[in-house]
């Protein structure tokens, strides 16, 4: 069974950057769809962005769209969310995830049979 385990999350300024990267064990990145998510307390988990294999090519929600950019290195069993301009209401607790199944909805938290433990993302002045 695959585990994952997000890093790179922390306190930035509006306006900053910050890379999270999510890391397998157990198994590989090669499942079917890949994502990252989001969630704020009291709150739905938002699905940010995703990879479909074989296609590779990631789709963004509307509020990552222009500002983030999700990528894998199959080599290090690794994706990663790199977020630029990032804003106060981008503050969340952050999560990888992935399935083995076929899903219409590659956003849909539901989808998603693996996640990892998450990993902070503060964006404060």
């Known amino acids: 069974q695959v585990q994952l385990v997000e890093s790179g999350g922390g306190l930035v300024q509006p306006g900053g950057s910050l890379r999270l990267s999510c890391s397998a064990s157990?198994?590989?990145?090669?499942?079917?769809?890949l994502g990252w998510f989001r969630q704020v307390p009291g709150k739905e988990r938002e699905g940010m962005s995703s990879?479909?294999?074989?296609?590779?090519?990631?789709i963004y929600s509307d509020s990552a769209k222009g500002r983030f950019t999700m990528s894998r290195d199959n080599k290090k069993n690794t994706m990663y969310l790199q977020m630029n301009s990032l804003k106060p209401e981008d503050t969340a607790i952050y999560y990888c995830?992935?399935?083995?199944?076929?899903?219409?909805?590659?956003?849909?938290?539901?989808?998603?049979?693996?996640w990892g433990q998450g990993t902070q993302v503060t964006v404060s002045s």
């Open positions: 995830a992935t399935t083995g199944r076929r899903t219409a909805t590659p956003l849909s938290p539901r989808e998603y049979d693996f």
């Open positions: 157990g198994g590989t990145l090669g499942y079917y769809a």
């Open positions: 990879i479909i294999d074989p296609y590779d090519r990631p």
